[in-house]
């Protein structure tokens, strides 16, 4: 399955990878539902993450104070490093395969890694976002420390003025319209999407898969020139790679399924596809 998928994604035109908290898991970052999941231990955790955005949208002064001073679920996120599932990923891309990573995982390491195209679907914990006009920072441009001790908090957005909250979406926020349009774009151009330890439970996201295999290719618009010029562009390969079986496994919409870990696989698949190419 290895070499089959080297060889795909060889031929492949507009490869993308999807990537979820399983991903990072061999990065000592927890996943939420895998069996050392946050949420399988601690189902107390679950409820408080979903009143979050209720919580932020009704007094962000004290969302940030609890931010600020309580424990982080996920631990020492900023301290985490990439593991060689990432360091494949940014391989893959850098030879020119795959076109972008859109990921659920908001600890950065995708970058960290290497990989330059990525959309951030759930956000950054290491940018705050406007909650009005969207524009992004580096949560290091905030003293964040300083705005809680003067007693300054919500910090505002340099740009607009308006409340600045995390990037991270949090449960039942819209995802950002850039995101989303971006995400469409590359899933409606993908002829190969890679789905890498994710449980494919939470929606939006769990769309994307979805849209790719449904996306009728001869009713789009197709560009005079380039790949997609012409009609009769080829339908999409769906390949999982994860811990587990998905639904996307069990309902057959992805063509098949490595099951393993993304540190171990993704490093062979790169080493596999570069002996293939010599
Ligand atoms: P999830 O926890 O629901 O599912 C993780 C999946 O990955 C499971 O199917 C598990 O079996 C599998 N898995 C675990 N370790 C793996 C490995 N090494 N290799 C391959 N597969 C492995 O994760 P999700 O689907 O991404 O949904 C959780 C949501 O929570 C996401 O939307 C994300 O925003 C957020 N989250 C992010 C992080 C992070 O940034 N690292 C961590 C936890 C949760
Ligand atoms: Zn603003």
């Not at 060889?10 to 990537?19: D, E, G, K, N």
């Not at 061999?26 to 919580?55: C, L, V």
């Not at 790679?241 to 496994?249: G, K, R, S, V, Y």
Request: glycine share 8%; net charge neutral; with cysteine.
């Amino acid at each position: 399955m290895i070499e089959r998928t080297a060889r795909e994604l060889i031929r492949s035109r507009y490869a993308v990878a999807l990537t979820g908290a399983g991903f990072s898991t061999e990065s000592g970052i927890p996943d939420f539902r895998g069996p050392s999941g946050i949420w399988s231990k601690n189902p107390e955790a679950e409820r408080m993450a979903y009143i979050s955005y209720e919580h932020f949208l009704e007094n962000p002064k004290s969302w940030w104070e609890e931010r600020l001073t309580g424990p982080s679920l996920l631990g020492d996120l900023e301290r985490a490093m990439p593991n060689p599932g990432h360091y494949a990923l940014a391989d893959l891309e850098k030879i020119g395969i795959l076109k972008s990573v859109i990921t659920q995982n908001i600890d950065g390491l995708h970058e960290k890694g290497g990989t330059e195209n990525i959309v951030e679907y759930h956000g950054s914990i290491l940018k705050l976002r406007c909650a009005v006009c969207s524009a992004r920072f580096h949560r290091d441009e905030f003293d964040l420390a300083k705005l809680m001790r003067d007693n300054l908090l919500p910090p505002h957005c340099p740009e607009c003025g308006s409340i600045m909250k995390t990037d991270v979406v949090l449960f039942g926020e819209p995802i950002p319209s850039d995101v989303v349009r971006k995400s469409l774009e590359k899933v409606q151009k993908c002829d190969l999407m890679l789905i890498c330890g994710t449980s494919a439970v939470v929606y939006p996201f769990a769309n994307l898969p979805r849209m790719a295999r449904q996306r009728k290719l001869e009713s789009f618009a197709m560009p005079e020139t380039g790949p997609y010029s012409g009609k009769g562009s080829p339908d999409v390969i769906i390949i999982e790679i994860n811990a587990d079986p998905t639904p996307l496994t069990k309902e057959g919409l992805s063509d098949y399924l490595i099951q393993g870990k993304t540190g171990e696989i993704l490093p062979k698949i790169l080493e596999e596809v570069k002996k293939l190419k010599k």
